[in-house]
C-alpha cells in the first residue's frame, strides 16, 4: 500500500549558483562521493545535480516529515542501475525511519531539461500481518 508520494521542481540556474558560490562545502553536505561521481561525469552536470536534488525533496515529501525532518540529504542516495533506472538508498536517520514506517520499497523518477529539474518519490509500505 502507498505510504506517501512526494514531488519536486528545482530550477538548474540555482543549482548551478550555489555549486558557483559554495563549491564543494555545498556539494559535500548535500550530495554523496557517488552522486558527484555520477553528476560530474556528465556533460551537463548541473542538471543531474538539480534533479538528485529535487528526488531528496521528494523522498522527504513522500515521508511528511518537513523541514523538522532529522534526515541529512546525504542520508538519501540517488544511484542508477545499468539502464540508468534510478533508485533510493537509505543511509542513517533515513534508514531508521524507513524501518520505523515499515517502508518496503520507493519508487522514484526524474527528468531533466535545460532549465528544470523534476522528481516523484512514491514509498510502498509493508501490508501488516492480519
Ligand atoms: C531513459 C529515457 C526515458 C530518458 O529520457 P530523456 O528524455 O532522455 O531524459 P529525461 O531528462 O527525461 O530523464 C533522464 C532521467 O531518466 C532516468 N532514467 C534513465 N534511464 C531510465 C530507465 N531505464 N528507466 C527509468 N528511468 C530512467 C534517469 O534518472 C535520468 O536522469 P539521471 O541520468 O540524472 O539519473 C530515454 O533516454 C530512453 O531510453 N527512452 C527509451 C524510449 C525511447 O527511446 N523513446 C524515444 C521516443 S522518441
Redesign the pocket.
Known amino acids: 500500500m502507498i505510504f506517501g508520494t512526494g514531488v519536486d521542481i528545482v530550477e538548474v540556474f540555482r543549482m548551478r549558483d550555489a555549486i558557483n558560490k559554495w563549491g564543494m562545502n555545498f556539494l559535500s553536505k548535500i550530495f554523496t562521493d557517488r552522486e558527484m561521481d555520477?553528476?560530474n561525469a556528465?556533460r551537463f552536470s548541473h542538471?543531474?545535480f538539480a534533479?538528485?536534488f529535487a528526488a531528496k525533496e521528494a523522498v522527504f515529501k513522500a515521508f511528511g516529515e518537513g523541514r523538522k525532518s532529522p534526515m541529512k540529504w546525504t542520508d538519501i542516495e540517488?544511484l542508477?542501475n545499468g539502464?540508468?533506472?534510478?533508485a533510493i538508498e537509505f543511509h542513517s536517520t533515513a534508514l531508521e525511519l524507513k524501518k520505523q514506517k515499515r517502508i518496503d520499497k520507493v519508487i522514484v523518477?526524474?527528468?531533466?531539461?535545460k532549465n528544470y529539474a523534476v522528481a516523484n518519490a512514491i514509498l510502498l509500505r509493508k501490508r501488516k500481518k492480519a
Do not use: E
Open positions: 555520477y553528476s556528465r542538471q543531474h534533479a538528485r540517488v542508477n539502464d540508468g533506472k534510478p523518477s526524474m527528468s531533466h531539461s
